[in-house]
């Protein structure tokens, strides 16, 4: 057409006269691309882009169920996140209460034996003390016994001392 444009533009003609066979031809050529354009091409190409529409589709459709899918697992996981905080709460509260618990009977076995230590020491304070008295009404029995033969100048017997020097202590006992 751009040739045909150009030869007439050599004989003198003008580009903007019109021809009624290049009109005619204009026409014929443009039906015929325009039914190869719809019996051909265009069914082609709309298959083509159904099938891009159906797999556009398709993969929205998985995205979704994937997003789905996804705020599942992630519901699920903040679930086990939360149990697990749970059941390590629970496990610092029964370290916590055992440990506690130890720490009582510690205590308690501590306070046990040193009541026991006081018991025994208290017992053997008691012996000794008794043990001390014993040996100090001896020690007086036996001053009392030399002073009184050195004042009597006589002997008297051990045991009649003994019993009368038991007396005068446990009256002095008594008085105390």
């Not at 501590?110 to 053997?124: C, G």
């Given at each position: 057409m751009c040739c045909h444009a150009l030869l007439l533009a050599a004989e003198g003609g003008s580009l903007t006269d019109i021809h009624l066979p290049?009109?005619?031809?204009?026409?014929?050529?443009?039906?015929?691309?325009?039914?190869?354009l719809t019996k051909i091409a265009w069914p082609m190409l709309a298959k083509k882009m159904e099938e891009r529409e159906i797999r556009i589709r398709e993969g929205l459709d998985l995205a979704e169920?994937?997003?789905e899918e996804a705020a599942t697992l992630l519901e699920r996981q903040e679930q086990v996140l939360a149990q697990a905080r749970a059941e390590a709460q629970n496990v610092i509260s029964e370290g916590r209460a055992v440990a506690e618990k130890m720490k009582s009977e510690a205590t308690e076995a501590?306070?046990?034996?040193?009541?026991?230590?006081?018991?025994?020491?208290?017992?053997?304070i008691t012996?000794?003390?008794?043990?001390?008295v014993d040996e100090v009404k001896r020690a007086a029995v036996d001053l009392v016994l030399g002073a009184?033969?050195?004042?009597?100048?006589?002997?008297?017997?051990?045991?009649?001392?003994?019993?009368?020097v038991a007396a005068v202590l446990d009256q002095a006992e008594r008085l105390a």
């Open positions: 290049t009109i005619i031809w204009a026409w014929i050529t443009f039906g015929v691309t325009f039914w190869i169920q994937m997003k501590a306070a046990e034996e040193i009541a026991e230590e006081r018991a025994r020491a208290r017992k053997e012996l000794e003390r008794a043990k001390a009184t033969g050195q004042l009597l100048q006589r002997e008297i017997r051990d045991e009649d001392h003994r019993k009368l």
